[in-house]
């Protein structure tokens, strides 16, 4: 109660202050493609990448930041954010699923130990959100609880947000399953790593943002 | 061998927030898959992510979670008023959350219509 009272306050000053840049965060399981996107979006407005992305699970464990990056819509319109790209949020990290995946015990234990930091520090970082990217892979089950606990977890601070089903150019994938579980939201399918769809994922950027 | 541990919502109502994770924890802790009635409420089910990971070691890899809301699986407008004011009598005491160890869940998988858990052996350590 003390904690959404505080929280209530703190986001009715920053209100006050609208020269604050808007915090996108990208949020979502591990392996859906958050780190690619992230990159997709770096690479198309400032010619570089954010984070390195692997097959492997748990490649990005800290969170990283690109701040002030600044994207236009086709009506000149202009957006200008801090990119959050945070660490897949996962119930479970067994090191023995990155032994299985070819990795030495030490580093696998390491990537273990650092994964679950990187979980904690996501759902530490979702209070500090204006708006939430939640990047789902579309050829998995989207009804997965860590996929419902993000987004419950967004509802519940009032912070807005656009259900993003990536890897579409896959023959796995299925829009629609997606936007059917999540019928209250906005879903929008692409494919971050060959950039399908982003351009329509900028647009409604804008949408979301209130520009 | 599976053991069930049905958690009723008593058990929990006067908990604080980080109580009541760490009763649920400590059943999943020691191999048992709890199954909770009611809902944890939306920050505490991400507090018990982050707890989860806090906890992670060599024995405890973690935990499987599902929520069964009845007001999200109700299909027509009728039946989702129906459970709205069932809500709001019972409030968090409608509805399932299961919680399993990662050890003992392989996976738990969730539509609408139904709840799929599938559970592997315990790998115990031989006592010399």
Known sequence: ?211 | MVTLHFVPYTDIEALSSIGRIRHLLNFAKQNKIVLLQGRLRKEEEAELIKVTMEEINKEFRGIELAVINPTQTAEDTLSKLKYDFLGMILGDRSGLTIIGPASVVKAISKDPHKIELYTQEVKRKRRR
């Open chain 1, 1 to 211: 109660m003390i904690s959404r009272f505080t929280t209530w306050i703190s986001k009715l000053f920053s209100n006050f202050s609208q020269k604050k840049t808007m915090k996108l965060g990208i949020y979502g399981p591990p392996n859906s493609g958050k780190t690619t996107l992230a990159n997709k979006i770096c690479q198309d407005w400032l010619g570089q990448n954010l984070g390195s992305v692997s097959p492997i699970a748990h490649e990005t464990r800290e969170v990283q930041i690109k701040e002030s990056l600044s994207i236009k819509s086709k009506d000149g319109r202009e957006l200008v954010f801090n990119l959050v790209d945070t660490p897949g949020i996962a119930t479970r990290i067994d090191f023995e699923d990155f032994l299985k995946a070819g990795m030495s015990e030490g580093k696998a234990k390491k990537r273990a130990r650092e994964a679950t930091k990187g979980v904690i520090d996501a759902i530490k970082w979702l209070d500090e959100m204006d708006t939430v990217l939640v990047v789902l892979d579309a050829t998995s089950d989207p009804y997965s609880q860590v996929n419902i606990t993000i987004i419950g977890n967004l509802a519940a601070r009032n912070i807005p947000v656009l259900v993003v089903a990536n890897k579409t150019d896959l023959r796995k994938s299925n829009l629609k399953k997606v936007q059917a579980a999540f019928p209250q939201y906005e879903v929008i399918g692409i494919s971050a790593k060959y950039g399908k769809n982003v351009d329509e994922l900028y647009e409604t950027l804008f949408k979301l943002a209130n520009r």
